[in-house]
């Protein structure tokens, strides 16, 4: 069974401090890892990510992705109050269906 | 785009009542995704679709849920009787066609329907 298995659950930081969320998968014919971010409603798409190595980056937020050890993580740098939200990996298997990860709740305090 | 849209947006109903939770995809989108939140078990795949058709509905909790995509650009997740247990939030998701080389279906979520069964 395909497995995301994400840490820590929860993360209490403050405003500057920098944060890194980790994410392993253990999926079937894996293609690609995906990482969402949740606040109050859905879960809007940040990256996707399928090869090693190489760092996709958006503002202060980057994630890089390791296929031989399985796992991947995101950094959100400077952060924000507006960052707080529940950070959710997901991976790709071989049928391009989504397995997501429980979540990691951050939330930045002012 | 309106992009993924769901209805009712929160639903509280009594136990052994029918709940019906709608879904219309985004235009061009040929797969959905039926999923289902909870703190305890965080978001877990009930059924998704293709083109129409059910692909995989491993994930659907029991024969009390059922789904239904009638057409192209809309779809329906019925359980019927329902149990304070399947309080949730529902999210619909779909995505466009993924061709071979590519990675996966990049989902865009609608804004969920909140189930509460009393």
């Known amino acids: 069974e395909d497995k995301v298995v994400q840490s820590p659950l929860s993360l209490v930081v403050h405003e500057g401090d920098t944060v890194t969320l980790n994410c392993s998968y253990e999926v079937t014919n894996f293609r690609s890892l995906l990482w969402y971010k949740q606040e109050k409603k859905a879960p809007t798409f940040l990256f996707m990510l399928t090869s090693s190595g190489i760092e996709k980056k958006s503002g202060r937020l980057s994630s890089i992705l390791d296929k031989k050890e399985l796992f991947s993580i995101l950094n959100i740098t400077a952060t924000q109050t507006g960052d707080s939200a529940i950070y959710l990996c997901?991976?790709?298997?071989?049928?391009?269906?989504?397995?997501f990860g429980s979540g990691t709740q951050l939330t930045v305090l002012p | 785009d309106a992009g993924v849209i769901q209805s009712p947006r929160h639903e509280v109903t009594e136990m052994g009542q029918e709940v019906t939770l709608r879904c219309k995809l985004i235009?061009?989108?040929?797969?959905l995704f039926w999923y289902r939140q909870t703190m305890m078990r965080g978001l877990e795949l009930l059924i998704y679709f293709n083109n129409n058709v059910p692909i995989d509905d491993s994930g659907m909790p029991e024969d009390r849920f059922s789904a239904k995509m009638p057409n192209a650009s809309f779809s329906t997740l019925k359980i019927q009787p329902s149990e304070p247990r399947d309080s949730a939030v529902y999210f619909c998701?779909?995505?466009?066609?993924?061709?071979?080389?590519?990675?996966?279906?990049?989902?865009?979520f609608g804004a969920g329907s909140r189930l509460t069964v009393l």
């Open positions: 235009s061009g989108h040929n797969s």
């Open positions: 998701a779909s995505s466009s066609p993924a061709g071979e080389g590519s990675g996966a279906n990049v989902l865009t």
């Open positions: 997901a991976a790709s298997g071989s049928a391009r269906q989504l397995t």
